[in-house]
């Protein structure tokens, strides 16, 4: 235990000496203007990413593509299987997000193009960008796990994604 305490340590120590010394090197040309960042999905990577982008350069015109209007996290989940946690207590919605001054659309991400950086959305928009981060999650390839289908997961959840598969325990 010592020793991963060591270790946290010493990349917080390095880690924070870092960020310092990034402060004292000028910025690339991106940051001369304000450049359009797009970022789909909207779980702990996509919002994290958003909200850091912000935090950098608040020049930075940010926008979160996210399909759900609410984010379910796994962290904790347990409590909510046990019986000790609602559900409720696990569910996020994006007013936070935006409030950091972040553009959120609660609609789906339907296509990427790249030549024309440009984001087709669930609701007919699109989005255009001069950076783009793609956090979708994760979701089951059902043809990957023999004999585990959508209905045995209805009787053995696997609860990779939360919400319907945490509370269904």
């Not at 996509?46 to 909200?51: L, M, P, Q």
């Not at 926008?63 to 209007?69: I, K, P, R, S």
């Not at 990427?112 to 950076?131: C, H, I």
């Not at 783009?132 to 390839?141: E, F, K, Q």
Request: proline letters at 5%.
């Amino acid at each position: 235990m010592t020793g991963q305490r060591s270790s946290r340590r010493t990349f917080l120590r390095s880690a924070a000496a870092l960020a310092t010394s990034a402060a004292l090197f000028p910025r690339p040309a991106i940051a001369q203007f304000a450049p359009r960042v797009v970022v789909v999905g909207g779980g702990f990577a996509g919002a994290s990413a958003a909200r850091a982008l912000r935090r950098i350069d608040p020049r930075i015109a940010v926008t979160l593509v996210e399909a759900n209007q609410t984010f379910t996290a796994c962290p904790f989940s347990n409590g909510v299987i046990a019986g000790l946690r609602d559900l409720k207590a696990q569910q996020f919605d994006y007013d936070k997000v935006a409030a950091d001054g972040i553009a959120v659309a609660i609609t789906a991400a339907n296509a990427v193009e790249p030549a024309t950086r440009t984001v087709s959305l669930g609701n007919g928009a699109q989005l255009t960008y001069d950076r783009l981060v793609l956090a979708p999650g994760i979701d089951m390839r059902w043809d990957a796990l023999p004999g585990y289908t959508e209905a045995a997961a209805e009787q053995m959840p696997h609860a990779w994604k939360a919400g319907a598969s945490t509370s269904r325990s």
